[in-house]
């Protein structure tokens, strides 16, 4: 399986089509057979994990067992229409657990592997209303640990349904570092063990990728670039 992810930005001023994109796309993506999962998300402030949208940075998330399945054109000839930025990233899921909508999207996958390279990595949720307000509390502390920790490369928070469907993808040096953050970094591993203790959760899945292509520009730069 091959899953592929879209960053898009609009021009200023164009924030609208982004919004209207994401009820228009369904179509072209519901009827292409070849993609098997595909999800149209939000970002947040300046593409962060924020509550406040950014109207002008939405992502697409697509997932498919085909080995020549292309983006449908309708979507890449209106993003071309909007003079849109698109970071395009395509990922082999390697490692994981957890589901989306109540399926293991991403196929079976084993937790654990020997791969070491650099690593990509969704982590993504449906928070109990209940737990909301804990929830929140606790992410501008983890996303400034996250930016500071060595291997860090870039992370961008998306989301289907605001504050309540969350998703965090996040770039890495190495698998090292990554589980440095994930595991050794206190603010961090206390956060984790409060999710499973006090069910923050109604549903989540963590899945980690190998990068395969990387590919466009957001805010004028390639974010990612893979090293042969």
């Not at 091959?2 to 898009?8: D, F, K, P, S």
């Amino acid at each position: 399986m091959i899953a592929t992810l879209h960053i898009v930005r609009y021009p200023a001023l164009m924030g609208w089509a982004g919004f209207l994109s994401m009820a228009i796309f369904r179509l072209p993506l519901w009827l292409n057979k070849k993609i098997s999962f595909y999800k149209l998300m939000g970002c947040g402030k300046n593409g962060s994990f924020d509550k406040t949208p950014d109207l002008r940075q939405w992502a697409l998330l697509l997932a498919t067992e085909a080995d020549d399945m292309q983006t449908p054109k309708m979507i890449t000839n209106w993003w071309r229409f909007f003079g849109c930025e698109i970071w395009e990233l395509e990922l082999e899921p390697i490692e994981g657990h957890g589901t989306w909508d109540q399926k293991a999207v991403f196929g079976n996958l084993p937790k654990q592997t020997t791969y070491e390279g650099p690593i990509c990595v969704l982590t993504r949720a449906t928070i109990r209303i209940s737990q909301l307000g804990r929830f929140w509390s606790h992410v501008d502390a983890i996303a400034n640990q996250m930016a500071g920790t060595k291997g860090f490369i870039i992370s961008i928070g998306i989301g289907e349904v605001p504050w309540i469907k969350q998703a965090t993808f996040s770039i890495w040096e190495s698998k090292a570092s990554m589980k440095e953050f994930a595991y050794k970094m206190q603010e961090h591993a206390s956060v984790i063990k409060k999710t499973y203790q006090e069910k923050w959760y109604s549903e989540d899945m963590f899945v980690r990728f190998r990068p395969v292509k990387s590919t466009g520009t957001l805010k004028g730069k390639l974010p990612f670039e893979i090293k042969l």
